[in-house]
């Protein structure tokens, strides 16, 4: 997939670990980010959106993005 989707597809599961055994999309998530040098967590949450416009973006999808970047991660 291109990377616009690969971002939207991990910012959906958003997926956080834990432990070494949970996966965790945060990392995936930080490298898109850069990559597609997204300015903001509305930027962000803009492309999900275009990818998943009849699902709603979750609410904890919302927050880890806007976490990230309150944090300075992106």
Known sequence: P???YLLA???MAARL???ADEPSD???IV???HHL???SAQDVLNLVAYYYPSSGIPIKTQYLVEGLF???RV
């Open 17 to 19: 670990g834990g432990t």
């Open 26 to 28: 945060v990392a995936d």
């Open 9 to 11: 597809m991990k910012c």
């Open 2 to 4: 291109v990377p616009q």
């Open 31 to 33: 490298f898109l980010v």
């Open 37 to 39: 040098k997204l300015q």
């Open 70 to 72: 309150d944090e300075g």
